[in-house]
């Protein structure tokens, strides 16, 4: 069974740095596509970036390119998201998802992790 | 930078036909995917690459894609149907990235 499981709930300050994480399992993780979507607080989605772990091949946004980092670990079979100083605005749901290889779609999304940036 | 607009909401009383569009310069050159999130769940895959269906999904979901409009059709609604729907493409230019339409609130009446 594909999953990708994602880490828990973050409350940071701003300017403070963050590492999430995504796990996947059930599918050759290293040869897939993971993606980053963000959903602000009652706003829809937005197509943040995407990452091939077998080379790290990553692509941005042109609306996130320099504002996140996108990285893989294929040993873990974990993607991550990362910001080195956090702003209020970062406060959102962050969704990992795999990209089929067949249609391009994001077919298997994990649960979501919420982080919110408060003083 | 590439835009695709939807609706920001469609009403339907049940056992009617939606429609949910996703407009785009020349988005019938390219691939569309829909999603359906209902509330605080994930999003899933309702139709891709315009107009086919992944296992599991109802064949009263149905897409089609000409032109400057790419178009959900939800036959049947049910009441379960209610939800937020997004349209997804691949933009080829460079840098390649994806893009998701602002999203379409379905309410069942």
């Known amino acids: 069974e594909v999953q990708l499981v994602q880490s828990g709930v973050e409350v940071k300050k701003p300017g403070e740095s963050l590492k999430i994480s995504c796990k996947g399992s059930g599918f050759t993780f290293t040869y897939s596509w993971i993606g980053w979507v963000r959903q602000m607080p009652g706003k829809g989605l937005e197509w943040m970036g995407i990452i091939y772990p077998g080379d790290s091949d990553t692509k941005y946004s042109p609306s996130f390119q320099g504002q996140v980092t996108i990285s893989a670990d294929k040993s873990f079979s974990t993607a991550y998201l990362q910001w080195s100083s956090l702003k209020a605005s970062d406060t959102a749901i962050y969704y990992c998802a795999r990209r089929s290889s067949t249609n391009w779609s994001f077919d298997y999304w994990g649960q979501g992790t919420l982080v919110t940036v408060s003083s | 930078s590439y835009i695709l607009t939807q609706p920001p909401s469609v009403s339907v009383a049940p056992g009617q036909t939606a429609r949910i569009t996703c407009g785009g310069s020349n988005i019938g050159s390219k691939s569309v995917h829909w999603y359906q999130q209902k509330a605080g769940q994930a999003p899933v895959v309702v139709v891709y690459?315009?107009?086919d269906r992944p296992s599991g999904i109802p064949e009263r979901f149905s897409g089609s894609n000409s032109g400057n409009t790419a178009t959900l059709t939800i036959s049947r609604v049910e009441a379960g149907d209610e939800a937020d729907y997004y349209c997804q493409v691949w933009i080829s230019t460079i840098p390649d990235h994806g893009v998701f339409g602002g999203g379409t609130k379905l309410t069942v009446l």
């Open positions: 690459d315009d107009s």
